[in-house]
Structures are given as C-alpha cells and as structure tokens.
C-alpha cells in the first residue's frame, strides 16, 4: 500500500481556494486553511491537489462534483483553468488545476478570472 504524503497549503495554493470557495455556495468552518491537508496530484506538474478535510482520511471517497472555476495566466502568458470539486458526502475533495498548452504550471497568479 503506497502512502500518500500530505501537506499544508501553500499561500498561492490557499489564495486560489479562497477565490473558488468564495464563488461557491458551501460553508466552511472560520479555520478551514488551518484544518486542510493537501496532496499532489500526478498530472505532468499542472499543480492539481486532492483536499483532505477533517474526518475524510481513511474513508473511502468518491468525486461528487464541480461547484466554482476560475481562470488566470501562467507567467508564460498560457491559460490556466482552475476547478474545485466536492466529493458525494459535500467534503472539498479536489482542486483540479489544467493548463491549456498541457505544460507544467509555473506560478499560481493572484490575479485571478482576470485577463
């Protein structure tokens, strides 16, 4: 059984969720940034993450769906679409990052749906 490294958020990574949770309609506790574990996805460096709430490690998981995107441009000027999805039980379950060159993400921008 492979072990999946978990994190805390980056400030980039917690500045994007913050824009796609705020396009939503969920309700997340006040310290949700501090209570979130993060891992990466394998998807060629796009910078995808699956999202570990508390009370979902260990459990099995299914993807529910998408609830807000938004898109920026990578400093190499190419597209950048970001999508947050829930699992079935309504839990973040993963930020699905994809470049539309499907190269490797080079910064997260803070200017976000803005271009």
Do not use: H
């Amino acid at each position: 059984m492979e072990l999946i490294k978990k994190r805390q958020l980056t400030k980039l990574e917690e500045s994007i969720l913050e824009e796609l949770i705020a396009k939503s309609n969920i309700n997340l506790s006040f310290n949700w940034k501090e209570e979130l574990l993060v891992s990466d996805l394998p998807d060629g460096g796009m910078g995808s993450l699956s999202l570990y709430p508390p009370g979902v490690t260990g459990k099995e998981r299914f993807l529910g769906s998408q609830i807000s995107d938004c898109q920026f441009k990578d400093t190499d000027g190419v597209t950048v679409i970001a999508s947050l999805y829930l699992d079935r039980e309504g839990n973040m379950y993963e930020l699905d990052m994809w470049k539309t060159d499907f190269s490797s993400l080079k910064e997260i921008s803070t200017d976000l749906g803005r271009f």
